[in-house]
């Protein structure tokens, strides 16, 4: 079983300002996605198996292939400009993203929607803020402007993609698997809190940011945006704003007040990605651009810390880390230094769980989660 979920996106046009004589300069709609989803949920009649937030698809990203990473980025983080750019009427286009739900991965980890409790997939909106970069034409003089509106989604659906097997073959795989209660191996990404901070402008700025949950595991992610919400002024970086920013030096990761890493973003990569015969390094990420109007899909600025021991796949999930046995552990992100503005520090944690099936009522549950 797959899903992918659909909805139109509408922009709304540039009203012209009274006293000027309109707009000129296209919307700034470029990386949609930040805008759109502020998290998806997979729920198995009342209760909440896995979640995921906009802001933890930068981090699936980062562990795809290349081939997989620029199709998704293609189609859902970047937003065509092209689509967005007219000044004056109100712009449709499709919206459509991939779910990447642990249950999705491959055969071991699906789940049977004929057998289990109603299962049923939740999607919070984003603000929907977009905004337009503007120059109002004519008297007074020009001067850029932000003129922020708000997109709309309308049509949502869910695409499904089954398996189906004859009745007998499905008979027999539900006797097989769930004759006994079955427990399977799951996934799921946690945000711990972010934390603002204003850097420098002629020196870097250190940020840190606690680990406050205590699962096992596997892999932890960091990077640094300029929030929407947090543009107050004047400004022409709208298209920044939501994205994995290249502003990280370093990151470390302290446990007891004890340093147990600290790589640069770069060096991080050559350890995080191994090649799937298990000798060699990947090389570190490529900046992924689609064309010349796309954007990139800026994972190449997200950091991921590797906790898991790896043999010859460079996805296999074979050990992980408990933060619960850690004292204290927190993440230590040193920054370039930028223009001193509101910047935003997200940590995320890829925690393995393990989740039960209940073969007389088909009722699952969440049933080990550190």
Avoid at 238 to 262: F, H, M, T
Wanted: proline share 6%; charged share 20%; with cysteine.
């Amino acid at each position: 079983m797959g899903c992918v979920f659909e909805c139109d996106v509408t922009v709304p046009p540039v009203v012209a300002t009274p006293g000027n004589d309109g707009f000129a300069g296209p919307k700034n709609c470029t990386q949609l996605f930040p805008r759109i989803i502020d998290s998806i949920e997979f729920h198995s009649s009342s209760r909440r198996l896995a979640r995921l937030s906009g802001k933890d698809y930068y981090a699936l990203l980062k562990n795809l292939s290349n081939d997989a990473r620029l199709m998704i980025a293609t189609n859902a983080l970047c937003g065509a400009e092209g689509d967005f750019v007219h000044a004056t009427n109100h712009i449709t286009g499709k919206f459509r993203l991939p779910l990447l739900f642990s249950f999705f991965e491959n055969v071991s980890t699906s789940i049977d929607s004929s057998f289990v409790e109603p299962l049923r997939v939740s999607v919070r909106f984003g603000d929907l803020k977009v905004g337009a970069l503007t120059t109002p034409k004519g008297t007074p003089a020009p001067v850029h402007t932000v003129q922020l509106t708000e997109m709309t989604c309308t049509n949502p659906k869910l695409h499904c993609e089954y398996r189906t097997l004859t009745r007998e073959l499905t008979d027999s795989t539900v006797e097989s698997n769930y004759s006994a209660p079955l427990t399977t191996y799951a996934y799921d990404y946690i945000d711990e809190n972010p934390k603002d901070f204003t850097p420098s402008a002629t020196s870097s700025t250190t940020v840190r940011i606690p680990i406050t949950d205590s699962s096992c595991v596997s892999d932890i992610y960091v990077f640094c945006e300029k929030p929407m919400d947090t543009m107050t002024v004047q400004s022409l970086d709208i298209a920044s704003r939501g994205v994995p920013l290249d502003l990280i030096e370093s990151v470390k990761l302290v446990c007891s007040g004890q340093c147990i890493c600290e790589l640069s973003p770069q060096v991080m990569d050559l350890f995080a990605y191994k090649s799937t015969s298990g000798g060699n390094y990947w090389g570190g990420e490529a900046k992924l651009y689609s064309s010349s109007t796309h954007n990139t899909s800026k994972t190449e600025n997200v950091v991921r810390i590797p906790l898991a021991m790896v043999h010859d796949s460079a996805v296999a999930n074979t050990g992980s880390l408990s933060l619960r046995e850690l004292g204290n552990p927190e993440i230590v992100i040193t920054c370039k230094a930028t223009t001193a503005v509101t910047h935003r520090a997200h940590v995320m944690l890829c925690a393995q769980k393990l989740i039960s099936t209940d073969p007389s009522s088909g009722r699952m549950v969440v049933s080990v989660s550190s």
